[in-house]
């Protein structure tokens, strides 16, 4: 299906039910069900934003343009976004340690 290989799951998120693109999208269903059980997090899932609006204010009251370094196209943030993805808290969190000189939470 266009410029995607059979026997991949974007084949078959793009419409391919071929045998090979259905067993390559149940590998991927099982191997997210298990990081679920096992309380691992992807780096697209979305979860709750109440860490990241509260350190993004205190980003703001530093002074520190959010927006850019996060490289968003819009000069502001969302406040009232209701969910984020794990990869934009973990730049979020970066940001913090960078510019507010917050102790890293693994050595921690």
Do not use: F
């Not at 109440?50 to 343009?65: C, D, F, H, Y």
Request: charge should be positive.
């Amino acid at each position: 299906m266009g410029d995607h290989p059979h026997g991949t799951r974007a084949c078959y998120r793009h419409g391919c039910r071929c045998l090979c693109c259905r067993a390559a999208n149940a590998r991927y269903e099982q191997e997210r069900a298990r990081d679920r059980a096992l309380g691992k997090l992807r780096l697209g899932s979305r979860i709750s934003a109440t860490e990241a609006r509260r350190r993004i204010r205190q980003l703001k009251a530093e002074g520190v343009p959010v927006a850019a370094h996060l490289g968003l196209k819009r000069p502001s943030v969302r406040s009232h976004t209701v969910r984020v993805t794990v990869k934009t808290l973990l730049r979020i969190r970066a940001l913090c340690r960078r510019y507010l000189w917050e102790p890293d939470e693994r050595n921690a």
